[in-house]
Each structure stands twice: as structure tokens, then as C-alpha cells.
């Protein structure tokens, strides 16, 4: 008997998180896009408070759709780079975010590059947003939302499943297991 896998794919983002839950056939359970805002003006609080309160709100989304699904497996792009001081500091946010789910739930979790999803679904290590929905759409039967920012975070977290089919072995495994 096949035993239950089910991987949870993320493109982490502190501004629009966005993931698909996936069985061991590549069938798409679930797609989204988990949406903060900074409101520490509207509120009148402290940025550092609204940056905690935006990674409870993606904790939480993320913690329900883990448990609603039964993950059994996380797969994430490796966030890099950074313009500017704040961004490093989300970066570092949602990498500790992931791996924390990770650790405390007891899933395993593997990262990947950016360039590496968009080599291996593209042929090369920089794409347009529009290439990617693209390539995905041939690849994956994916409920569009028509919402730009929406689709592109599903898309980049699909592009991240999609390496992985090709990289690593769990998913191998657990494909070939009956």
C-alpha cells in the first residue's frame, strides 16, 4: 500500500507568500496566496510589532493548510539577494519561517534555487513572470485566479515543485512507491 505523501511547495514572501499542495501524482490539491500589508502607520504601532503580527498571520495560514491537508513534505524556494536593509531582514523572516514549520512539525523540507526552478522549466536562470505562468500552465492543471499577483506567487511555487520532480529523490521515491 501507497502510503499518503503530500507536499506543500512555497514561494516565501513576507508580501505575497504564495504555495501549492500537491499529492505524490503531481494532482494540485490546493494553490494560494497568503497576502500581508504593513499597517503600523494606519495602527499607529511599532513596524516591529506589525512585522511579527504579518508572520502569525502567515504562520497561521500556513500551520492550517499543513494540518487541513496532512503535509507530509515541504518544498521551498531559497530566498537570496536583497535591495536594501528591510528586505534582508524579510528574507531572513521567511527562511526562518519555513524552517521552522519544518522543525516543529516534523516535516522534511528541501530548498531551492530561484535560477535553478527557472533553468529546469525554462532552459534558462531568468525569466519573466509572464514565461513562468506560462510554462507552468503546460505543465501543471493550475486554477488561475486572474489576479496578477496571485497567479505569479502560485506559479514560482509550482516552478519549485517542478525542480524538485527532477532533483530529488524523496519525491522519486514516493513516486515510485505502490
Not at 496532512?70 to 524552517?99: C, D, F, R, W
Not at 516535516?107 to 530561484?114: K, N, P, Q, T
Request: with cysteine.
Amino acid at each position: 500500500m501507497k502510503p499518503d505523501f503530500i507536499v506543500l511547495t512555497n514561494d516565501p514572501s513576507i508580501t505575497a507568500w504564495g504555495y501549492a499542495v500537491l499529492d505524490a501524482q503531481d494532482k494540485i490539491l490546493a494553490t494560494g496566496c497568503i497576502k500581508t500589508e504593513p499597517l503600523y502607520k494606519k495602527r499607529r504601532t511599532r513596524k516591529g510589532d506589525d512585522t511579527v503580527r504579518r508572520v502569525s498571520e502567515i504562520n497561521q495560514r500556513l500551520i492550517k493548510v499543513i494540518r487541513h491537508y496532512k503535509v507530509t513534505y515541504l518544498l521551498t524556494e531559497l530566498p537570496h539577494g536583497s535591495q536594501n536593509a528591510s528586505a534582508a531582514v524579510m528574507i531572513g523572516i521567511v527562511t526562518g519561517v519555513v524552517q521552522t514549520l519544518s522543525d516543529a512539525l516534523e516535516l522534511g523540507v528541501e530548498w531551492y534555487a530561484e535560477s535553478d526552478a527557472k533553468k529546469c522549466l525554462l532552459g534558462k536562470n531568468s525569466a519573466t513572470k509572464r514565461e513562468v505562468i506560462a510554462a507552468i500552465d503546460n505543465i501543471y492543471d493550475v486554477d488561475w485566479k486572474g489576479i496578477k499577483y496571485k497567479d505569479e506567487a502560485v506559479a514560482d511555487a509550482l516552478a519549485v515543485h517542478n525542480v524538485a520532480k527532477t532533483q530529488s529523490s524523496i519525491l522519486q521515491l514516493f513516486r515510485t512507491m505502490k
